[in-house]
């Protein structure tokens, strides 16, 4: 990178630091794996990768998008379509877990049951969405989770707090 005074830029900074998957992350790229081989043969095709992916990160691919991933990673079957094993799966996968910002999908989860911007949820806020993602759990549960949760009993729940449940570990 070069400014409009001429100074180089290039190699200051911090470089890309580079890490690799946990044991729980490679864990969970095995269970997705089994999960969407809806055939059991040992391969993701386009539509179990589509399925794989809204399972591991939320959202839905283009076809596009599946048949880059599944031609970079793949490899061809007997057929000529494409297919993705375990470890290409993972290889595949890998650089999205990676990238993939905790803070950012919490900040954007507190946003989704915030819906009027107060910074707080309230029992209300929380039972709306739960009634539009998952009405089959009863409003006794939602109001009892709540009360955990609304630590000072203000019927507010904080983002710090949302927070501190969304990354709390009872196995830690």
């Not at 595949?92 to 049951?113: G, V």
């Amino acid at each position: 990178m070069t400014t409009a005074l001429g100074f180089k830029l290039t190699g200051c900074g911090y470089p890309h630091l580079i890490r690799s998957l946990t044991k729980s992350e490679q864990n969970l790229l095995k269970a997705i794996f089994m999960e969407a081989d809806q055939e059991q043969n040992g391969f993701l095709n386009r539509t179990d990768l589509k399925i794989a992916t809204i399972s591991l990160l939320g959202y839905k691919p283009s076809k596009y998008e599946a048949n880059q991933i599944l031609e970079k990673y793949g490899h061809t079957l007997e057929d000529g379509s494409f297919a993705l094993n375990l470890g290409e799966f993972i290889e595949a996968m890998m650089p999205k877990l990676i990238n993939r910002d905790e803070d950012e999908e919490i900040r954007q989860t507190f946003m989704a049951f915030d819906t009027h911007c107060k910074g707080f949820l309230t029992i209300d806020d929380v039972k709306k969405v739960f009634s539009m993602v998952a009405p089959h759990i009863g409003h006794h549960h939602l109001e009892s989770a709540f009360r955990e949760l609304d630590r000072d009993g203000d019927g507010r729940v904080s983002y710090k707090d949302f927070d501190f449940m969304m990354k709390f570990d009872p196995l830690s």
